[in-house]
C-alpha cells in the first residue's frame, strides 16, 4: 500500500466525520417530527397526484378515482377517505400512497389490480374426473376475481371433495401464475389423491328398536365397498328414517368410531343408534295417514302444541276429502318406553260444497269478495269449493277487511247441508272501518308534497291500514333514490283524530342529490367498453337515478354474456360519487344434440309397432357467443329426418349498423323438405330486425333471398312452377306480434296476436312476384283452477303469382285435427293430393281439464277445430269449412304439453266416423 | 458517499409511504391512518390512567374485532349524540387543549371527523354488554376461593389487613363477574372472527415501524 492510499485514506477520514456530524444535525429535527407525529407537515398544499397500477403509470385516467386534487391542502385523513373509497371500487386489491415533498406535496396512489382467474386445471393423481373437481370449486371460478384465501379455500373445497369420494388424507397444492401482460391468472391444483379405504367391518352399538339385521339391509354401504363419508352420510339419514318407521322419529345415529388399518387398506366403522322414546301415533275414526303427523314428533316440543299441530293437519286432510264437520280430540298417554299419541276422529258427514254465501257484508259484495280471494264459480263437475279452502276462507275473508280499514272484523263459518251437498255461509261481523282523514308531507323540499303525495297508494278518506304505512315509507325511499337523492330518512307518525279517523305524517330528512362523477368499467377481458357502455343509461355528469342506474344493469344482463352485473355506487362526497360496473363474462360455447326416431308408417296398434320401419331424427347445435367482444353470437344448427334436412347459420348482434337499437338476425340456410304434394331443395339468405314497436307490439322485419328447387311434384305443375324452375324470392316480411299469454309454452291466461307479412317482388331477375299475410289471434281463460279454455284463429291470405312452396295449407296437429298434415283444402282432381291455396281460415277451440287431482301435470282435453284452405281468395265461403272434433290427454312439459289426441272429421264423408290419432309436444299454433 | 446517502435517505423530500391498506374485514378496508388514529386518540370508558400505552398491532387487533362484531351481529344498536360527546371528553381529557388541536391538525381532522370512531366503539361496548352484561352467575364456592386465594395474600402482600369475607364479597362477585363476561366476550369474539372474512397486509404494518 502507497503512503499516498494511506494518506488519502486518513484525509478522507477525517473529512467525513464533520460531514455525519453535519447530515445528522440537519435531519435531526425531521427524525424527531417523524418519531413524534405521523409524516404530515401543518399547511402542506398538494401539489401532484399521480396514479400508477401494478407499478406503472395507469393509461386509463385512473385519477378519477382518487378525490384529492392538486391545490388541496394536504391531510392525512384525505388520503385515508380516498384510499377507501378507492377500495370500495373492487378493482384493486391493495393500495399504497406515498409522499414526497414538505410544503409542496407530490402524492403517488399506487394501485395493484384485482387479478381475474383465467384457466383453472388439475394435474396428479386426481382420484375423480376434471369436472367432479370443478363442481367442487365455490370459492374460486374462472372470469372470477383472484386472491390468495380464495385459493386457500378452493384447496380445502377440493380436499374435502376428495374426502367425500373416500380418499383419505387428500394432498393439494395450489399454484397460481400470472399471465404475462395481463391482470390474470392460470391457477394449477396439484393433487394426489390418497389411499381409499375398504370398509372391513360395520358394528352397530345399539339398543332396541330395529333388528341389527335390518339396519344392515336399509345401508347401501357394505362390508367390502370403499368408504366414501358423503355415502355414508346418506345411509345414516336411511337409518334415521327406518327408525322413524318404527316409531322412533327422534332415533339418534351417528358415527362414533373409523377404525383404520393401513397395512392392508381397510377401515372398520362403529354406528351408534340411540332410538330415544318410542312414539305411538293412534288415529282411531278416520283412515288417515300416519305420516301426516308423525314428523311433528321428530324434535322435542311443547306436547300442548304438538296435539294442536297434530289436529289442525288431520281436520284439514279430512276437510280437503269433504269431510267438512270432522271433529277431532286428542290425548298423550304415558308407556314406558315412551308415549302413545291418540287422537279421536269423528269425521261427520261427507258433503260436497256447492254454494257459497255471505251475510252481513255490506262494505264488499259477494262478487267483491270472490273476486279477491279467487273463489271460482263451478263449471260443471269442476271448481268446486273443497273442505280445506273453505276453512282457510275466514282468515281470509278477515285479512281483506283488515286492509280495508276494518280492523275489527270478525268471520264465522257454517254449513247448511242438504243430502250430500252443502252450502258454506260466512257471516261477517264488520265493525267500524278506519280511515284517513289527512296526509301531510312534511320536511321536504327537492321536491313539491304533491309530487310526493302522487307515490302513495294511499289517499285522505281512503281506508287505514297500519302496516301499509311501511310499504307507502319504501315506496317514497325509492322515488327519492331514483331523483338521484341519497340519505333521505322517512319516519311516519300516526295521530288519531277521534273515532276511527286517523292522519298520517311522513317526516322526511331529505338527503342530498348525487351526480355520478366518474364511470369505471371492469371485468370485461373479451368485450370491448364501448359494447358495456352501449347499455348504460347514464353517464358522467349525469343525476344518479337509481331507476336509471338499475335499469342499465338489466340491460347488461340481457345482453345474455355475462354471468354477474354488478353495478356499485361509491360516495366520494355529499354530492358526487364514482359508478363501478362490474361484470363477469360467461360461457361462449354451447353444444346440444337431440336424437329421435320417426317412421313414415301409420301406426294403427302396439303390434304394429314392431314391424314399422324406424328411421333416427336428429338435432345438433353449436353457438359460440360474444364473438369478437361485441356482444353477437354465431350459430349453427343443423336438422335431419325422414322429410326434412336443414342446416342454418345464424349471425345474431343486438343492434344494427351505426348503434341502431334494433336486434339483427342474418341467417343462411340451405335446406330440403319432402311434403305431402311436393319436394323441394332452397338455399336462402335473410336479414331480420326485431325491436318493440308501439302499442304494446314487437315487429320483425325479415328482407330475404331464396331460391327453391322442386325435386318431386305431385301434382300437374301450374303455370308458375312450370315457367319458373328452379324459384327465386327476393322479400320483405314485417311481423307484428303482441304477446301478453302469462306463459309462452303453457298460457292458462292472456292472449297472443300476430300479423305476419310476405312481400316477395321481382328484384335482380328473380321471379317473385305475391303478397300474402297470415293473421292470428289466442286467447286463453282459466275458468277455474286447472279449468282451461283455449281458442285460435287464423285468416290467411295470398295475392300474384303463389308457388306451390308458398301456398297456405291445413292439415295436422297444428292446425286441423280432422285431416292428416297438410290434407286439408283444394286437391288435385286426378290424383286427389293436396295443392294448397291462397287463402285459409282456421278456427280451434279446447277445453282441458284435469283428470286425476293429484297428478297436476298431466289433463284432458276436448276440442273442436274448424277450417280449411281455399284456392283462391274468392273461394273462401264459411259454409265450406270442415268441422272436426275430438278428445285427448296431455302431459305438461317446461316446453309444452306433449299431447296424444284423437280427431274426427264431422264433414268429409270419407273420414266420418275414423278417428285419427296424433302424437305431438307443443300447443296448437 | 455514505453521508450523501444518509443525507438523502433522512430527507423528507424523499417519497415516504403515508398510508397504505393494512387490513380488510368482510371486504371493507381499514387504513394505517385509522390505527393510527384510534392509537392516538381511542381509549374506552373504562380506561384508567397509568394503563399500558397500546402496540400499533393491538390497536388494528381491536379495531378488526370490533368490526367483525358489528358486521356479524347486525343488531340496530343506538348510539346517542351525548354517548359520544361523553368518549369524546374523555379522549381531549387526555391532553392539554394546544395538544389536542396539534394531535388533530397532524392527522387533517376535525373533531366532528373522529364520532365515526367513537360511535364504533361505543356500538361495540354496548353489543358486548348486551350479551354478557346481564346472567352471569357466580357461585359462593366461587367467592370465598377467590377470597381464600387472591385476596387475602394480596393484601397481606400490600401490608393491609384483608377485611372479613362478609364484607368483600360483594366487591369479590363484581370482580368475578366482570372477569367472566369478559372471558365469555372474548371467546364469543373469537368465534365470530373465526367467520369473517379477515385479511392483514403486515407489509403495510411495517411501514409503521
Excluded at chain 1, 215 to 232: H, I, P, V
Excluded at chain 1, 385 to 390: E, N, P
Excluded at chain 1, 526 to 533: A, G, K
Excluded at chain 1, 684 to 692: A, E, F, K, L, Q
Aim: proline letters at 4%; hydrophobic letters at 40%; charged letters at 30%.
Amino acid at each position: 500500500m502507497s503512503r499516498f492510499a494511506g494518506g488519502f485514506r486518513d484525509g478522507r477520514r477525517r473529512l467525513c466525520l464533520p460531514a455525519c456530524f453535519l447530515c445528522l444535525i440537519l435531519s435531526l429535527p425531521g427524525l424527531m417530527s417523524s418519531a413524534a407525529f405521523p409524516q404530515s407537515a401543518p399547511a402542506a398544499v398538494v401539489a401532484k397526484v399521480e396514479v400508477w397500477v401494478d407499478g406503472a403509470p395507469n393509461t386509463e385516467n385512473l385519477e378519477r378515482l382518487v378525490s384529492i386534487r392538486p391545490g388541496d391542502l394536504y391531510s392525512l385523513s384525505a388520503v385515508s377517505d380516498s384510499i377507501k373509497q378507492i377500495h370500495r371500487s373492487q378493482l384493486f386489491s391493495d393500495v399504497v400512497v406515498t409522499r414526497s415533498g414538505v410544503e409542496s406535496v407530490e402524492l403517488r396512489f399506487g394501485l395493484t389490480r384485482k387479478l381475474i382467474v383465467r384457466k383453472i386445471g388439475f394435474r396428479g393423481e386426481k382420484g375423480t374426473s376434471g369436472r367432479k373437481l370443478r363442481n367442487s370449486l365455490y370459492a374460486l371460478q374462472e372470469y372470477a376475481y383472484f386472491s390468495d384465501e380464495k385459493l386457500a379455500r378452493a384447496t380445502e373445497e377440493l380436499k374435502m371433495a376428495l374426502i367425500d369420494e373416500g380418499y383419505f388424507q387428500p394432498q393439494v397444492r395450489a399454484a397460481a401464475k400470472r399471465v404475462p401482460g395481463a391482470p390474470q391468472v392460470d391457477v394449477v391444483f396439484a393433487i394426489a389423491a390418497g389411499a381409499r379405504y375398504a370398509i372391513s367391518a360395520i358394528r352397530f352399538q345399539w339398543s332396541a328398536g330395529v333388528p341389527k339385521a335390518d339396519l344392515k339391509k336399509a345401508m347401501k354401504t357394505k362390508e367390502g365397498d370403499l368408504y366414501s363419508l358423503s355415502r355414508l352420510d346418506q345411509d345414516l339419514a336411511r337409518l334415521r328414517a327406518l327408525y322413524a318407521k318404527h316409531r322412533y322419529p327422534r332415533a339418534d345415529v351417528e358415527l362414533t368410531a373409523e377404525d383404520f388399518f393401513p397395512e392392508n387398506g381397510t377401515v372398520s366403522l362403529l354406528i351408534r343408534v340411540d332410538p330415544d322414546e318410542h312414539i305411538e301415533i293412534l288415529i282411531s275414526g278416520a283412515d288417515v295417514p300416519i305420516d301426516l303427523v308423525l314428523p311433528i314428533w321428530e324434535e322435542r316440543i311443547f306436547e300442548e302444541w304438538g296435539l294442536g299441530e297434530a289436529e289442525a293437519r288431520i281436520l284439514a286432510y279430512l276437510r280437503e276429502k269433504g269431510y267438512i264437520l270432522a271433529a277431532v280430540s286428542s290425548r298423550i298417554e304415558r308407556e314406558e318406553a315412551g308415549i302413545r299419541i291418540v287422537h279421536r276422529v269423528d269425521p261427520g258427514q261427507k258433503a260436497r260444497i256447492s254454494n257459497v254465501r255471505f251475510e252481513g257484508n255490506s262494505h264488499f259484495t259477494a262478487g267483491r269478495i270472490k273476486k279477491e280471494l279467487g273463489i271460482a264459480d263451478r263449471v260443471l263437475f269442476f271448481g268446486r269449493l273443497d273442505g280445506k279452502r273453505a276453512f282457510e276462507l275466514t282468515s281470509e275473508i278477515k285479512m281483506l277487511y283488515e286492509i280495508e280499514g276494518f280492523p275489527a272484523a270478525q268471520v264465522g263459518l257454517q254449513f247448511s247441508v242438504e243430502g250430500d251437498e252443502a252450502e258454506a255461509v260466512y257471516t261477517i261481523q264488520e265493525g267500524r272501518q278506519q280511515r284517513i282523514k289527512t296526509i301531510e308531507i312534511a320536511g321536504a323540499s327537492l321536491f313539491s308534497p304533491e309530487m310526493i303525495r302522487s307515490q302513495l297508494s294511499i289517499a285522505e278518506d281512503g281506508p287505514f291500514f297500519r302496516p301499509f304505512i311501511r310499504r307507502e315509507i319504501e315506496k317514497l325511499s325509492a322515488f327519492y333514490l331514483d331523483q338521484s337523492v341519497r340519505g333521505t330518512k322517512i319516519e311516519p307518525r300516526i295521530e288519531a283524530l277521534g273515532e276511527d279517523l286517523f292522519k298520517v305524517i311522513f317526516n322526511i330528512q331529505e338527503g342530498r342529490m348525487i351526480r355520478i362523477q366518474s364511470l369505471f368499467v371492469s371485468g370485461n377481458r373479451t368485450t370491448r367498453n364501448n359494447v358495456v357502455l352501449r347499455e348504460l343509461r347514464v353517464k358522467e355528469g349525469d343525476l344518479a337515478r337509481a331507476d336509471r342506474i338499475s335499469l342499465s344493469k338489466q340491460n347488461l344482463e340481457r345482453l345474455g354474456i355475462f354471468s354477474e352485473v354488478a353495478i356499485e355506487e361509491i360516495p366520494i362526497s355529499e354530492s358526487a360519487e364514482h359508478v363501478i360496473i362490474t361484470v363477469r363474462e360467461g360461457e361462449r360455447n354451447y353444444a346440444g344434440v337431440g336424437i329421435g326416431l320417426e317412421t313414415r308408417d301409420t301406426f294403427r296398434s302396439a303390434s304394429s309397432l314392431l314391424e314399422t320401419s324406424l328411421r333416427l331424427r336428429g338435432t345438433a347445435e353449436y353457438m359460440r357467443g360474444n364473438m369478437f367482444g361485441s356482444a353477437a353470437s354465431l350459430s349453427f344448427v343443423t336438422q335431419f329426418s325422414l322429410s326434412e334436412k336443414r342446416v342454418v347459420v345464424t349471425w345474431q348482434q343486438p343492434y344494427f349498423l351505426f348503434n341502431i337499437p334494433v336486434e339483427t338476425y342474418i341467417n343462411g340456410w340451405v335446406e330440403a323438405e319432402d311434403r305431402t304434394s311436393f319436394a323441394f331443395e332452397r338455399e336462402g339468405i335473410s336479414v331480420t330486425g326485431m325491436r318493440p314497436f308501439f302499442w304494446g307490439f314487437d315487429m320483425l322485419t325479415t328482407l330475404g333471398y331464396a331460391r327453391t328447387t322442386l325435386t318431386k311434384l305431385e301434382v300437374p305443375p301450374n303455370e308458375i312452377d312450370r315457367q319458373f324452375y328452379p324459384y327465386s324470392k327476393t322479400s320483405l316480411a314485417p311481423s307484428f306480434i303482441r304477446e301478453r299469454r302469462d306463459d309462452a309454452f303453457n298460457p292458462e291466461r292472456g292472449y297472443f296476436s300476430s300479423l305476419a307479412l310476405d312481400w316477395a317482388f321481382p328484384l335482380l331477375q328473380t321471379e317473385s312476384d305475391f303478397l300474402k299475410g297470415l293473421f292470428k289471434y289466442q286467447r286463453y281463460f282459466t275458468l277455474v283452477p286447472r279449468v282451461l279454455l283455449g281458442s285460435t284463429f287464423r285468416l290467411g291470405l295470398g295475392m300474384g303469382k303463389m308457388p306451390i312452396h308458398e301456398r297456405f295449407f291445413a292439415g295436422g296437429s297444428n292446425s286441423f285435427r280432422g285431416a292428416k298434415f297438410d290434407e286439408l283444402g283444394p286437391e288435385d282432381p286426378e290424383s286427389g293430393i293436396p295443392i294448397g291455396g291462397k287463402a285459409l281460415v282456421l278456427f280451434n277451440f279446447e277445453f282441458s281439464f284435469p283428470v286425476v287431482s293429484s297428478l297436476r301435470n298431466f289433463s284432458g282435453v276436448i276440442f273442436y277445430d274448424a277450417g280449411n284452405s281455399f284456392f283462391n281468395r274468392s273461394d273462401v265461403d264459411l259454409r265450406d269449412l270442415e268441422h272436426a272434433v275430438g278428445l285427448g290427454v296431455r302431459y305438461r312439459t317446461p316446453l309444452g304439453p306433449v299431447r296424444l289426441e284423437l280427431g274426427w272429421n264431422l264433414t268429409d264423408p270419407e273420414k266420418r266416423g275414423r278417428p285419427i290419432a296424433f302424437i305431438t309436444i307443443g300447443n296448437i299454433f | 458517499m455514505a453521508p450523501v446517502l444518509l443525507l438523502l435517505w433522512l430527507h423528507p423530500g424523499q417519497p415516504q409511504v403515508v398510508d397504505c391498506i393494512v387490513a380488510e374485514v368482510n371486504g371493507k378496508a381499514l387504513t394505517l391512518t385509522d390505527v393510527r388514529i384510534l392509537q392516538e386518540f381511542a381509549i374506552g370508558p373504562e380506561h384508567k390512567d397509568g394503563d399500558p400505552p397500546v402496540t400499533l398491532r393491538q390497536t388494528l387487533e381491536e379495531a378488526i374485532n370490533r368490526r367483525v362484531v358489528i358486521d356479524l351481529v347486525r343488531e340496530d344498536i343506538e348510539v346517542t349524540k351525548k354517548e359520544t360527546d361523553d368518549l369524546l371528553l374523555l379522549w381531549k381529557g387526555r391532553f392539554e387543549a394546544e395538544q389536542w388541536q396539534e394531535r388533530l391538525a397532524a392527522y387533517g381532522l376535525q373533531e366532528e371527523a373522529l364520532r365515526p370512531y367513537l360511535e364504533e366503539v361505543i356500538r361495540y361496548i354496548k353489543t358486548i354488554d348486551l350479551r354478557f352484561g346481564r346472567g352471569v352467575d357466580v357461585s359462593r364456592q366461587d367467592i370465598e376461593r377467590y377470597y381464600e386465594e387472591e385476596y387475602r395474600p394480596f393484601e397481606r402482600s400490600l401490608g393491609r389487613e384483608p377485611k372479613p369475607l362478609v364484607q368483600a364479597a360483594a366487591e369479590i362477585e363484581d370482580r368475578l363477574k366482570s372477569e367472566k363476561a369478559g372471558q365469555q366476550a372474548t371467546t364469543w369474539v373469537r368465534s365470530l372472527r373465526a367467520q369473517a372474512e379477515v385479511r392483514i397486509n403486515d407489509r403495510c404494518l411495517e411501514q409503521a415501524r
